[in-house]
């Protein structure tokens, strides 16, 4: 089973995606991008692993998913 928890994110969709975008179009590293956002480079490569996962609606909350 999956079981999905959300939580309100302090950073905006639109801030999210446009970070996951310019890092899929080769715009920058996690690193570099989460440099720029003031955050570990951790947030960012979890935010790309959601939207390959589950696309652009991941983004609206920070998702922590369980496997059991």
Do not use: M
Request: proline share 0%.
């Amino acid at each position: 089973e999956v079981f999905i928890l959300g939580r309100k994110s302090k950073y905006s969709k639109e801030l999210k995606l446009s970070i996951v975008k310019r890092y899929l179009d080769g715009e920058g590293s996690t690193v570099s991008l989460a440099e720029e956002i003031n955050t570990a480079n951790e947030v960012v490569s979890n935010w790309v692993k959601q939207y390959k996962a589950f696309g652009e609606n991941a983004l609206i909350h920070l998702l922590k998913i369980l496997f059991i």
